[in-house]
């Protein structure tokens, strides 16, 4: 099994494996510079000739001589002390021995010497100085600042190295993941208090971690909010001049229907087109929000170039309306499973909408091909309209969005095209026409009939 670990996760091993590597180095140096500090003098009395003096001292002129020897005239080194330990473990001089050094001088140091026979001595830590009637001394040469677990300095050093590494980490940690976390939350609270500019900064949304990658994502999360809300802005203010208009014009027919006492042809005609267009305007909401619920496509066998057909058939009058039109080039055997009434729908609006903006003696192309791995149907609308700007062939999907300098519809035809090709498995474009125009392309899966 393939386990991919996320970048951040494999940015904080590394980076703390490395600070404990780091931690470890440091705290060895530092360890191991005060030890060669403090036992410099140690290293250098045990090399010297304080032993054999001490040896001489003792030989001629007895344990009173030696005790006066290593009080006045011995020079050692401020941090080394030196014991003569005699054969039952006391210093000569009635000194107290480090307490950390006791059990190591009663085993290694001094012991009975001969407990085992003349074969087989046991090994002394210490070199021993023999007095004239033979009575064996521990010579003990002893660090005097250091002991076996370290010392005060050594301590210090340890402790620096840690902060140190614990100050890196830490401030690695904050910099990789507490201020980008706070920023994110900062901005989900303003966004949330009904803020729509707010965005995470680009430093942030620019990393190759998961958390640039949320960051990038709350980004275009916040700015489709933004879009959404601009557009239902767009849309309340448009619906109302939409429905506004003729109700306003509603009750003036109903007015002068109430003045005279009855009702003209002209005007029951006026009053049913009006009404028309209002239950048009309501009838694309209701069918935009429908299609937000998630209701499984019914699937049946739909042969794209029929439904064209059909379609090119009913608005061919209001394409010769507009003084344009339609010419319908589809290769056979356009199968797609999917829902007959929704393709039909997109396909309808996609149509209409290259009509409102067809120029009068243009054509409008209808194209459906195979694609050439068979694997998609493709359906293209291309008018010969004014075109859009380019920053705007994505938005014109969104809903509520219209195009520019328009006031013609709902903003909902081409959502509703993108949310029925997108519940069939396909995709939806806009794309700039090297001459005037639009072309919107469909992309549907071709009927697999491998799995029949």
Not at 193 to 205: F, Y
Not at 325 to 348: I, K
Request: net charge neutral.
């Amino acid at each position: 099994m393939n386990l991919r670990y996320p970048k951040l996760y494999l940015r904080m091993a590394l980076f703390i494996g490395a600070a404990l590597v780091a931690f470890v180095l440091i705290g060895a140096a530092a360890f191991a510079g005060i030890a060669a500090s403090e036992l410099s003098g140690y290293v250098e009395t045990r090399g010297s000739e304080l032993g054999p003096q001490a040896a001489s001292v003792l030989r001629s002129g007895g344990v009173p001589a030696l005790q006066a020897w290593l009080q006045q005239d011995a020079g050692i080194p401020d941090n080394v002390s030196v014991f003569v330990i005699d054969p039952a473990g006391r210093d000569i001089l009635d000194r107290d021995l480090p307490a950390e050094y006791r059990r190591l001088i009663s085993t290694s140091v001094i012991g009975a010497p001969d407990s085992s026979g003349d074969a087989f001595r046991p090994v002394r830590l210490a070199p021993q100085i023999v007095a004239a009637d033979g009575t064996a001394f521990a010579f003990l040469v002893l660090p005097s600042n250091i002991s076996l677990w370290g010392n005060a300095a050594t301590a210090l050093g340890l402790v620096a190295a840690a902060t140190l590494v614990i100050a890196t980490v830490a401030w690695f940690i904050a910099g990789t993941i507490g201020r980008p976390v706070a920023e994110l939350q900062q901005a989900a609270r303003r966004l949330a208090s009904g803020d729509i500019s707010a965005r995470v900064p680009a430093r942030l949304a620019n990393r190759k971690d998961e958390l640039g990658q949320l960051a990038a994502d709350f980004n275009y999360m916040a700015e489709q909010l933004r879009s959404l809300l601009e557009g239902r802005e767009n849309l309340m203010s448009e619906l109302s001049h939409e429905l506004r208009s003729p109700l306003a014009r509603l009750r003036a027919a109903l007015a002068l229907t109430a003045a005279r006492n009855r009702l003209e042809d002209d005007e029951r005609q006026r009053i049913d087109k009006e009404i028309g267009l209002m239950n048009e305007v309501i009838g694309e909401i209701l069918r935009y929000s429908s299609l937000n619920t998630p209701v499984r496509v019914k699937k049946r066998l739909v042969r794209c170039e029929r439904v064209l057909a059909e379609l090119v058939e009913v608005e061919e009058v209001e394409a010769t309306g507009k003084g344009c039109r339609l010419a319908l080039d589809t290769a056979p055997e356009l199968l797609v499973a999917g829902d007959p009434d929704l393709l039909r729908r997109a396909f309808e609006n996609i149509l209409r909408n290259a009509i409102r903006y067809a120029p009068a003696g243009s054509v409008i192309d209808i194209r459906g091909e195979r694609a050439a791995d068979d694997t998609e149907i493709c359906i293209g609308v291309r008018d010969r309209g004014p075109g859009l700007p380019a920053d705007q062939l994505e938005r014109i999907f969104d809903p509520y969005v219209r195009m520019s300098n328009s006031r013609v519809g709902s903003g909902l035809g081409l959502a509703i095209v993108k949310r029925i090709i997108e519940r069939h498995a396909g995709s939806v474009s806009a794309e700039l026409c090297a001459g005037p125009g639009l072309l919107v392309m469909c992309r549907l899966p071709a009927a697999d009939f491998s799995e029949a």
